[in-house]
């Protein structure tokens, strides 16, 4: 069975940190990805890990970092500087299939945590 964990979300007040896990169980994934959803806007991905290759959305780029810990099958987001516009339920994703890209697009990832929220207040 095949699930995927977060946790690590939280208040946090403009310009500090929060760091979010998300635990892998039950396949061996190729990409893993952090997208948001902020209420009333559509789920936007965040940054993405496969391999040791990382991508960022502009919008986090140079205050987030994926990272992950193969041994754990854990995925990290790293976020600092948080922005009250970071604010929003923040979700991992994980895709199975063969390839070196990063999916960049929710319907390209197969599995999906519930979700942890993440609430930045200015």
């Known amino acids: 069975q095949v699930q995927l964990v977060e946790s690590g979300g939280g208040l946090v007040q403009a310009g500090g940190s929060l760091r979010l896990s998300c635990a892998a169980s039950g396949r061996n994934f190729r990409a893993m990805g952090w997208f948001r959803q902020a209420p009333g806007k559509e789920r936007e991905f965040v940054a993405g890990?496969?391999?040791?290759?990382?991508y960022y959305a502009d919008s986090v780029k140079g205050r987030f970092t994926i990272s992950s810990d193969n041994a754990k099958n854990t995925v990290y987001l790293q976020m600092n500087s948080l922005k009250p516009e970071d604010t929003a339920v923040y979700y991992c994703?994980?895709?199975?299939?063969?390839?070196?890209?990063?999916?960049?697009?929710?319907?390209?990832?197969?599995?999906w945590g519930q979700g942890t929220q993440v609430t930045v207040s200015s």
């Open positions: 890990i496969n391999w040791s290759v990382t």
């Open positions: 994703a994980a895709d199975t299939s063969p390839g070196v890209k990063i999916p960049k697009t929710a319907t390209e990832y197969e599995y």
